[in-house]
Antibody, heavy 119, light 107 residues
């Protein structure tokens, strides 16, 4: 059974940093592109970033470029999102997600972790 | 960036109704479109990929169609567990983008 478990969310002040983690199990982690998707309170879904199997390709939505960094550790079956210079508009539930093999749509989702940026 | 729109933004329906949701892309995306279902306070669930292919385990009452810029999600006979918000997403080009969602509630 595919499991994706996020951690690392919490309350942070504007301008602060936070590192999200996602522990993956139930599949060969190193064989799949992985993504982060977020959802602000009461709003829709927003794709944030994704990363290739070996970490050699990474893509970001414009609003987080230069502030967020996606990375992975295939030896530890883990995905990360380093978030710097956080803003109030980054407040959201952040979902770790596994893309479908051979496609780029999301096949599996984690349960999400809440990040709140507020003073 | 490719903009995704959905219509309607919400709809009220009864159990057993046939429901159709439309998704439109601001430029052609071939068949690189997915549909997701989300219930309140829950993570999204993947329903359809490549515009018309059902994810494993998804009931056959769900179907998708379309290509290019216009797509539809159809629920042939709405069930109580189908009341939720539905999102389309294009994955033709970066950044991948979602539609604003369509909320399906009980009439």
């Amino acid at each position: 059974e595919v499991q994706l478990v996020e951690s690392g969310g919490g309350l942070v002040q504007p301008g602060g940093s936070l590192r999200l983690s996602c522990a993956a199990s139930g599949f060969t982690f190193s064989s799949y592109w992985m993504s982060w998707v977020r959802q602000a309170p009461g709003k829709g879904l927003e794709w944030v970033a994704n990363i290739k199997q070996d970490g050699s390709e990474k893509y970001y939505v414009d609003s987080v470029k230069g502030r967020f960094t996606i990375s992975r550790d295939n030896a530890k079956n883990s995905l990360f999102l380093q978030m710097n210079s956080l803003r109030a508009e980054d407040t959201a539930v952040y979902y770790c997600a596994r893309e479908m093999g051979g496609y780029s749509n999301i096949e599996y989702w984690g349960q999400g972790t809440l990040v709140t940026v507020s003073s | 960036d490719i903009q995704m729109t959905q219509s309607p933004s919400s709809l009220s329906a009864s159990v057993g109704d046939r429901v159709t949701i439309t998704c439109r892309a601001s430029q052609g995306i071939s068949s690189w479109l997915a549909w997701y279902q989300q219930k309140p306070e829950k993570a999204p669930k993947s329903l359809i990929y490549a515009a018309s292919s059902l994810q494993s385990g998804v009931p056959s009452r769900f179907s998708g169609s379309g290509s290019g810029t216009d797509f539809t999600l159809t629920i042939s006979s709405l069930q109580p567990e189908d009341f939720a918000t539905y999102y389309c997403q294009q994955y033709d080009s970066y950044p991948f983008t979602f539609g604003p969602g369509t909320k399906v509630d009980l009439k």
